[in-house]
């Protein structure tokens, strides 16, 4: 439905958007310049997660998989293939596309737990496999625990900010084509009813496997730019499951299935960690346990999917 | 046989025995409710703790200490599902897996508030003994696990198909509606459910406290075996831990022999991966497929 709140939220993430454009210019500070681009970033990776698992029901919980992949393809196109920067950027995405394809058609046929459970296996084995492979095979290509270091950029944040700022921007516009287009009401249709949307005629395996294939090629992207931005990457961090924990919480937070969700979620989080993070360290995981717990109970919808019932609006 | 070889198997059987205890109570919560407790590993941890404290006040044995952990356990995970899981059973199974997740965060950390981070032990008078038959070593302590594993996980099994609190428990998994129909007070059996499922991996919890590293932080790494054991013997098939177990257990154990440690993981995840996509059922064949 093209309703009218839809094209008004449009032309404000428009506008939003061209106006982060221009924040390099004059925020002086490098520390909000780098908070604003954590929290960009972390509204386009939870927008990822949101893409296969809000809109299909489909709980991924390894994710973090195609980061990781992304990362590591970056890192080692770049040490030992010293391929340029953009280039390798672009081949970390399609390389986790790839993976995702060969994954996603065997996994996508399980349901509920059992996927959830797959995706999460396999992402704690790429991570395993990583750290074992070298010493294992006595070769060194993925250097373990050891890590890898990155060609030193010489750029500031404001350059990682504007290679972030367009891949969430694309996979914001993802979501803005999946609410209005048959390969949207596709996914939808698979949340509701999976059975009934393969009797209308909906291939629903095909358009799994897209929406998990898109995802993962945005996460290979983000993955790519971290480890640049970075330098240094390690198994256990770039394939670490809390990365997987922050893109559920986050999107759950604002509302699965949702334009919305991941903007208001993610940066409501990343303000809060940044925020209370620092300030109560050793409780601060206690109080995100309590805010789960109390959002689920009050809210399940998330904060976007809770106001759209109560006030029974219908936007994006 | 060399020796090598056999020892390997011995400790892959021992491991998985007590890899079965506390997965069992994984099994049957996810086989009734369908929640995927992620706040299983804490399960573990505070039944561990019940143990070490038990022994450091008043010097009890960690395998007396066993039925303490039990209804300690039994109360917090009935009250855990009569006061917050009972809340989101009609929603999709991810608000459960969220909640659980939740829980986890809250246990974990208070337990770190309380406990701090600090690694902690049980050393009893048999700790660290072995029985040496035929220049094979069979630790005592992971023995008497072994066996408590094999009747915890008969004695649950015994309850579910022998007694009326079973019958209804299974009932519910089958169909809910019908059960209450049939006059169960299906948020009670819920809370039983969870509470029994709690109490063995409490049991369980205390009866590894003898030779494993205990604290806060030991959860996460419990839970992720207990998914693994709990897919290969097939989800919601109670005797299936067993079998996941002591599968796990030989394969791990094998690996980690032939070479080395980290690899035995890495084979873990790959089995769990390989085994959810070929068969999802199970080795048995008897898990329920959502």
């Not at chain 2, 892959?12 to 996810?30: D, K, Q, T």
Request: glycine residues 10%; contains cysteine; aromatic residues 14%.
């Amino acid at each position: 439905m093209n309703s009218k709140a839809d094209r008004i939220i449009l032309i404000l993430f428009l506008l939003v958007s061209a106006g982060l454009f221009f924040v390099p210019g004059f925020v002086e500070s490098e520390y909000v310049l780098r908070l604003i681009t954590m929290v960009i970033f972390w509204v386009g990776i939870a927008g990822c997660w949101n893409i296969m698992s809000g809109y299909t029901g489909y709980i991924d919980f390894g994710p973090v998989v195609y980061f990781g992949i992304g990362s590591y393809v970056n890192a080692i196109a770049m040490t030992k293939y010293s391929l340029a920067f953009f280039p390798s950027l672009f081949l970390s995405g399609v390389l986790s596309a790839v993976v995702a394809l060969i994954i996603g058609i065997p996994t996508l046929r399980l349901k509920g737990a059992y996927f959830a459970i797959a995706t999460f296996a396999f992402a704690e084995a790429m991570k395993q496999i990583t750290l074992e492979f070298d010493r294992t095979f006595k070769v060194s290509f993925f250097q373990g625990s050891d890590g890898i270091t990155l060609p030193i950029s010489g750029y500031d944040n404001a350059f990682f900010f504007y290679c972030i700022l367009p891949v969430t921007f694309l996979v914001m516009l993802t979501h803005y084509f999946i609410e209005h287009s048959k390969f949207g009401y596709g996914l939808k249709a698979i949340k509701e009813a999976e059975i009934g949307a393969e009797i209308s005629g909906v291939n629903t395996t095909a358009i799994k496997l897209r929406a998990y294939i898109t995802s993962a090629f945005f996460l290979g992207l983000f993955g790519a730019i971290e480890a640049y931005w970075i330098t240094y990457i390690t198994p256990s961090e770039v394939f670490n499951v809390q990365k997987t924990v922050q893109m559920v919480i986050m999107t759950l937070l604002g509302g699965m299935g949702t334009f919305l969700g991941p903007i208001v979620g993610a940066t409501f989080l990343t303000l809060l960690s940044e925020s209370l993070g620092t300030r109560f360290v050793e409780y601060y995981l206690i109080m995100i346990g309590a805010i789960i717990i109390v959002a689920i109970l009050i809210m399940p919808s998330g904060i976007i999917g809770t106001l759209k019932i109560r006030k029974r609006l219908r936007f994006i | 046989m060399d020796a090598v070889l056999v020892q390997a198997i011995i400790n892959g059987l021992l491991l998985g025995g007590v890899y079965a205890a506390y997965s069992a109570g994984f099994s049957l919560i996810f086989g009734v409710m369908g929640v995927v407790n992620l706040a299983h590993g804490e399960l573990i941890m505070l039944g561990a703790f019940t143990s070490y404290w038990l022994f450091q006040f008043f010097n009890l044995d960690p395998y007396f200490s066993a039925p303490f952990a039990m209804v300690f356990l039994f109360s917090f995970g009935y009250l855990v599902q009569r006061f917050i899981l009972n809340r989101v059973m009609g929603l999709p199974h991810i608000m459960s897996y969220i909640l659980t997740f939740g829980l986890h965060l809250m246990v974990a950390n208070i337990a770190i508030k309380i406990w701090t981070h600090d690694f902690r032990s049980i050393t009893t008078s048999y700790s660290g003994a072995n029985a040496a038959i035929l220049g094979l070593n069979i630790p005592y302590a992971r023995l008497i696990t072994f066996v408590v594993a094999l009747f915890v996980t008969w004695g649950l099994w015994f309850f579910l198909m022998k007694t009326e609190t079973g019958r209804a428990i299974r009932a519910t998994a089958q169909d809910k509606e019908v059960a209450r129909l049939m006059g169960v007070d299906i948020r009670n059996i819920y809370a039983i459910t969870f509470g029994l499922g709690a109490a063995i991996t409490g049991l369980s919890g205390a009866v590894i406290s003898p030779f494993v590293i205990i604290s806060p932080e030991m959860g996460l790494e419990y839970t992720i075996i207990a998914f693994c054991v709990v897919v290969l013997g097939g989800m919601g098939y109670i005797p299936g831990a067993l079998v996941g177990g002591l599968t796990l257990g030989v394969a791990q154990s094998l690996a980690a022999t032939y070479l080395n440690a980290g690899v035995s993981v890495a084979i873990t995840f790959i089995i769990l991966f390989m085994m959810l996509v070929i068969r999802p059922t199970g080795i048995l064949g008897k898990g329920n497929i959502a």
